[in-house]
């Protein structure tokens, strides 16, 4: 017993070293060459969508970002060299200070982070206010937008954009160049008015499905090991397993379906292992849509149903001539 203290207090040294270096690894902000933070609040859900596209510098690094606390993450995607997104693995840390921080390595260098947030609503008034911290990510050349509805008034962005008005439509596009960003943080405030509370894109069915609950969609295993034991009657057995066939068959078609109507949006890309039915469903255009451009005719990358502005470049979807 004489010789545990300075054993305890050396394997405590270790672990201090351990957590100290680990977190000094962990701190290290990945090289970006390009970093864009999209605001569009109120666009087809009340709350906010942030969208954080990036391109790194390094191909297979480590990303960390912070999330707010009550984020709900909408995608975590990287675009292969055709611009089809991809569902992308990420983990959830806890920070020093119990932050989220949403960590991925990109398949591809460039990536897309979306997730949908509370917008700090105060009358009419709508709050943004974001803060990046420094020391997650350094980028060559950083952007800020904001689209916001068509209805919204009094805008004021907290450093002021460089561009803006009712652009291509009606809807309000804002744009600030920060240039090189390394170790600083990144903050944004924008205030607006929207007394009708009108969304940029009418709330539908779709665009509430979110890509991380429709992704991992396992279909439950049948219970068959609680069956197996029983003294069951055989017959009814057979029946019960039929029913679940039925059940289950049903639930893989629904869940076929709604598939379906995620796999054209761009932010809720599908999973590498969906691809092949994807050739199948993207022949078929949805009649909702059929007169809408399914591409952006300034940047190419496609188009969600409900989208009316590209989601990469905020030009204004158009009708095909
Ligand atoms: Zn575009």
Same mark, same amino acid.
Not at 86 to 106: C, F, H, Q, S, Y
Not at 117 to 139: K, M, S, T, W, Y
Not at 153 to 162: F, Q, R, S
């Given at each position: 017993m004489?010789?545990?203290?300075?054993?305890?207090?050396?394997i405590l040294?270790?672990?201090?070293f351990?957590?100290?270096?680990?977190?000094?690894?962990a701190?290290n902000?990945t090289?970006?060459?390009?970093?864009?933070i999209? /605001?569009?609040?109120?666009?087809d859900d009340?709350?906010?969508?942030?969208?954080?596209?990036?391109?790194?510098t390094?191909p $297979?690094?480590?990303?960390?970002?912070?999330?707010? +606390?009550d984020?709900?993450l909408?995608?975590?995607? =990287?675009?292969d060299n055709?611009g089809r997104l991809?569902?992308n693995d990420w983990?959830?840390?806890k920070?020093?200070n119990?932050?989220?921080i949403?960590?991925?390595t990109?398949?591809f260098p460039a /990536?897309?982070v979306?997730y949908?947030?509370p917008?700090? #609503?105060?009358?009419?008034?709508r709050?943004?206010?974001?803060e990046?911290p420094?020391g997650?990510?350094?980028?060559?050349n950083?952007?800020?937008?904001a689209l916001l509805?068509?209805?919204?008034k009094?805008v004021e962005l907290?450093?002021?954009?460089?561009? +803006? $008005?009712?652009t291509q439509?009606?809807?309000?596009?804002f744009?600030?160049a920060l $240039?090189?960003?390394e170790?600083q943080?990144?903050?944004?405030?924008?205030?607006?008015?929207?007394?009708?509370?009108?969304?940029t894109v009418p709330e539908?069915?779709a665009?509430t499905?979110t890509m991380l609950q429709?992704?991992p969609a396992?279909?439950?295993?049948?219970?068959?090991?609680?069956?197996?034991g029983?003294s069951?009657?055989p017959?009814?057995?057979?029946l019960?397993a039929?029913a679940?066939?039925?059940?289950?068959g049903g639930?893989?078609?629904?869940?076929?379906?709604?598939?379906?109507?995620?796999?054209? #949006?761009?932010a809720?890309p599908?999973s590498p292992?969906r691809?092949?039915?994807?050739k199948a469903t =993207?022949?078929r255009t949805?009649p909702?849509?059929?007169?809408?451009?399914?591409?952006?005719?300034?940047?190419?990358?496609?188009?969600?149903?409900d989208?009316?502005y590209?989601r990469y470049c905020g030009?204004?979807r158009q009708r #095909?001539?």
């Amino acid at each position: 017993m004489k010789n545990a203290r300075p054993i305890t207090a050396f394997i405590l040294v270790i672990a201090f070293f351990a957590v100290f270096l680990g977190t000094a690894h962990a701190q290290n902000p990945t090289d970006l060459d390009q970093l864009v933070i999209k /605001f569009w609040p109120e666009y087809d859900d009340p709350r906010l969508l942030v969208i954080i596209d990036g391109k790194l510098t390094n191909p $297979g690094s480590e990303l960390r970002i912070p999330i707010p +606390q009550d984020a709900q993450l909408n995608a975590v995607a =990287s675009a292969d060299n055709t611009g089809r997104l991809l569902t992308n693995d990420w983990r959830e840390e806890k920070g020093a200070n119990g932050e989220r921080i949403l960590v991925m390595t990109p398949q591809f260098p460039a /990536f897309r982070v979306e997730y949908y947030a509370p917008l700090v #609503i105060n009358g009419d008034q709508r709050i943004i206010d974001f803060e990046l911290p420094a020391g997650f990510l350094n980028a060559k050349n950083a952007s800020i937008e904001a689209l916001l509805p068509p209805s919204s008034k009094e805008v004021e962005l907290d450093p002021p954009a460089d561009e +803006q $008005g009712p652009t291509q439509d009606e809807a309000h596009l804002f744009q600030r160049a920060l $240039g090189e960003v390394e170790d600083q943080a990144i903050r944004q405030k924008i205030t607006y008015v929207n007394p009708s509370g009108a969304l940029t894109v009418p709330e539908t069915t779709a665009s509430t499905g979110t890509m991380l609950q429709a992704t991992p969609a396992p279909v439950e295993e049948p219970p068959a090991a609680k069956s197996s034991g029983s003294s069951l009657n055989p017959w009814i057995l057979l029946l019960g397993a039929a029913a679940l066939a039925l059940i289950v068959g049903g639930a893989v078609g629904l869940w076929l379906t709604r598939d379906k109507d995620e796999e054209d #949006i761009p932010a809720r890309p599908p999973s590498p292992k969906r691809k092949s039915k994807k050739k199948a469903t =993207s022949v078929r255009t949805q009649p909702a849509q059929s007169n809408l451009d399914r591409y952006c005719r300034n940047c190419g990358k496609e188009f969600g149903p409900d989208d009316r502005y590209c989601r990469y470049c905020g030009a204004k979807r158009q009708r #095909i001539q």
